[in-house]
């Protein structure tokens, strides 16, 4: 799990919180976050990986006093809510806010049942307004700080039997572009970042050599990175996907 933090990142003090941050990418950022010297929080729906995922985490003289799992589906407005106030109450304030949490469901539109639809929506769009919506608060308060929205390259790259995490990955774009602009002179820097294949197992069929794919350390350097850029300016959207996929 170990990454490149960029010499230039000092996060003591800085409080993150990561949704989504018990397995695969976000794990990855909060380990990334944390050797930056950053208290983080993260979010995840299952207690056995939250609680894997804190071990792994705390390991390191001084980590485990900066680190605090807390059980929430950001999909639900109160949970999202509640995650915030978490970061909050056990470290004083918030600055980071990671955007993680997805879910993909994947059948053709006339297969897909509403739940499966709704749960889609709910959590990798719906989840990311209600978390933002209890942050920004928080961060004006603290002067600014940093909203990074996972999304992915299937927001502008459609393809079959996945109408819904498509279009809640493009609805995810377009919000982040529209936020950027409303809290940007509050100090709050937003941005997108949109991976492609990633190997997580988190696709179906997620057997067979990865060997190609994106690796979760790579998507967590670009968000530590994007925290170390220059306050004059503001990559927005990052696009990152594997330099030489399997030709088909």
Known sequence: ?????????????????????????????????????????????????????????????????????ARADVGKEKEAAGAVAAAIDRFGGLDILVNNAGVG????????????????????LSGVFFCCHAAIPAMRQRGGGWIVNISSLAG??????????????????????????????DNIRVSCVAP????????????????WKLAPEDIAQVVLDLIAHPARSLPSRVEIRPSKPVKR
């Open 1 to 69: 799990m170990a990454m490149g933090t960029p010499q230039s990142l000092d996060l003591s003090g800085r409080v993150a919180l990561v949704t989504g941050g018990s397995r695969g990418i976000g794990l990855s950022i909060a380990a990334g976050l944390l050797d930056a010297g950053a208290s983080v929080v993260f979010t995840g729906r299952d207690q056995g990986h939250l609680d894997a995922a804190r071990g792994t985490l705390s390991a390191g003289e001084g980590r485990g006093a900066r680190v605090h799992a």
């Open 196 to 211: 492609g294949s990633v190997a997580t197992g988190f696709m179906r069929g997620g057997g067979g050599q990865d060997d």
């Open 156 to 185: 502008s790259n459609p393809f079959k039997s996945a109408a819904a995490y498509c279009a809640s990955k493009a609805g995810l774009n377009a919000f982040s572009e529209a936020l950027m602009l409303e809290v940007r002179y």
């Open 105 to 124: 469901l994947f059948a053709d539109v006339a297969d897909m049942d509403a739940a499966a639809w709704h749960q889609v929506i709910d959590t990798n």
